[in-house]
């Protein structure tokens, strides 16, 4: 057996059998989860996989060519020393309380020892749970694509994410809004703790737990918030400002989560279970992605807000651990502070500013402003401006805009804020920060309709372009377009 998995760069890594388990998380007890078996898919085949994220578990590509792998990560088999089984929890979703939730259609099966620390290995689409409802733990193909390549996209621009692994696919039937084909997504991440496990113990009056869980994510995760004068309020506001530094990320890059419930919000900060996301194409703040939020709850525009909503939430389920309302309410307020920084600090890299200077608020607002009222294209804007310079011409950003007048009087305001700054660093990191890749909709919907005829040649190309976006990658410049008239008409929803 493998002993150091952080010598893999140097030692041959572990396969499935090799692979050490620590199961932190089965060590806090029956009240926190349920043991089960993943339910066996007929006939499993490969649809995706990372080797980029295999290399970061320490694994040996050649394992996840393996037959074993293909049965380990569709739940038909179970590796030696893991320890399945679905969690609890419970959430708000679309500002109403849920009651109990739970892992309906994920099956951990441990956390393994990885160079990086350790990540936990979780399989959704794997079967029913006693979570389930009456859903039947089962994930389509279409919606295993997309949190595949979304998730490793998201990584690739930097942004706090779950990863994935690999998707498997089966030809077992699924109905959703039509009969759809079985998959399964294999995604880590150092822990899949959500608000709503902090919530479920809360509002069952069941503090013991409560505490035992925030002890755990404490020590394991914010070891600084152990010498506060109060740990669980510190706790609260580091994950205040780590979501914080979230939500600018988010908007920097245009993306739409679409179902921002207390139960898909990640206690580490992480963007976590990709449903009805989208990339944005023309730039509407009002923008909706989710076809099932009819009230339009988890728009573009307030997604910032909605996930103070959702500490403020956590704040409440932390209440009997921290014992004073006020002090819970100051935890919340850096989010007020963390988040407007963080947002401005990411769109100066996007302008190429490489200081800071008092007038740039105004800057960045107007340049939202200009995009909004024209309906740009949000990522070609920003890839075009790259090649900016307030000495030579800017057509290809100009023709972009039909208010040229507006246009105009926004390149002057840029211009001048630019010409202390030397064009080669500015443009190095613009480069750096405004990605030529991005998952649109339209290109994960071509992706999943040739995958469904067994062509997963679209799925490990987009895996390739999206994660390094920021690379030319020649020959792949369609990807970069502006997407057909057909996108419009793409409608994700909650199921998707």
């Not at 493998?2 to 199961?23: E, F, K, M, R, Y």
């Not at 608000?195 to 035992?212: A, I, M, P, R, W």
């Not at 804020?417 to 990191?429: F, M, S």
């Amino acid at each position: 057996m493998t002993t150091a998995l952080h010598a893999a760069s140097i030692q041959p890594g572990p396969t499935g059998s090799d692979l050490t388990w620590v199961n932190s998380f089965a060590a806090l007890g029956p009240d926190f989860y349920t043991v089960l078996q993943p339910s066996p898919l007929p006939a499993p085949y490969w649809v995706g996989r990372s080797r980029a994220m295999a290399r970061e578990l320490g694994l040996e590509d050649h394992w996840l060519e393996s037959a074993e792998a293909l049965a380990a990560l569709t739940g038909n088999q179970t590796l030696p020393g893991a320890h399945p089984l679905a969690s609890v929890y419970s959430g708000h979703q679309f500002g109403n309380w849920a009651g109990q939730l739970g892992d309906g259609r994920a099956i951990s099966l441990g956390e393994i020892a990885t160079p990086h620390g350790p990540q936990e290995i979780q399989l959704k689409g794997a079967g029913r749970t006693p979570y389930s409802r009456m859903g039947d733990g089962r994930a389509v193909l279409r919606s295993s694509i997309r949190e595949f390549l979304c998730s490793e996209a998201m990584h690739g621009l930097g942004i706090p994410t779950t990863r994935a692994l690999c998707v498997t696919g089966s030809d077992a039937l699924v109905r959703r809004e039509e009969l759809e084909t079985a998959a399964v997504v294999t995604r880590t991440a150092p822990s899949f703790i959500r608000f709503g496990h902090f919530e479920h113990f809360s509002y069952n009056d069941q503090h013991e737990q409560l505490k035992t869980l925030a002890d755990y994510v404490i020590d394991r995760f914010y070891p600084a918030c152990r010498d506060a004068p109060q740990p669980y309020a510190a706790l609260l506001e580091a994950v205040s400002e780590r979501t914080a530094h979230l939500m600018a990320a988010w908007q920097s890059v245009g993306f739409c989560h679409g179902v921002m419930n207390t139960d898909n919000m990640s206690i580490l900060g992480l963007t976590m279970d990709y449903g009805p996301f989208q990339f944005l194409d023309a730039f509407d703040p009002k923008h909706i992605c989710n076809h099932s939020d009819t009230q339009g709850r988890y728009a573009y525009n307030k997604q910032p807000n909605m996930a103070y909503w959702n500490l403020f939430c956590l704040g409440q389920a932390l209440l009997p651990l921290i014992e004073n309302q006020d002090q819970a309410l100051a935890a919340l307020e850096s989010y007020k502070t963390v988040f407007p920084e963080a947002l401005q600090t990411r769109m100066r890299a996007k302008l190429g500013l490489t200081d800071a200077q008092p007038e740039d608020a105004a800057l960045i607002e107007n340049t939202f402003k200009l995009l909004a009222s024209n309906q740009v294209d949000y990522t070609i804007f920003w890839r075009r401006l790259c090649g900016f310079s307030a000495q030579s011409g800017h057509e290809s950003v100009r023709d972009l805009f039909f208010d040229r007048e507006s246009f105009n009087a926004w390149v002057l305001q840029y211009s001048e804020r630019i010409t202390p700054v030397d064009n080669a660093p500015r443009a190095d990191l613009m480069l750096k920060s405004n990605p030529k890749f991005v998952l649109r909709n339209h290109l994960g919907e071509e992706a999943i309709q040739a995958a469904k005829l067994k062509d997963f040649s679209g799925v490990n190309t987009l895996l390739t372009l999206l994660q390094a976006p920021f690379d030319e990658h020649p020959g792949h410049e369609p990807f970069a377009g502006f997407p057909p008239d057909w996108a419009a008409a793409i409608e994700i929803s909650c199921s998707s």
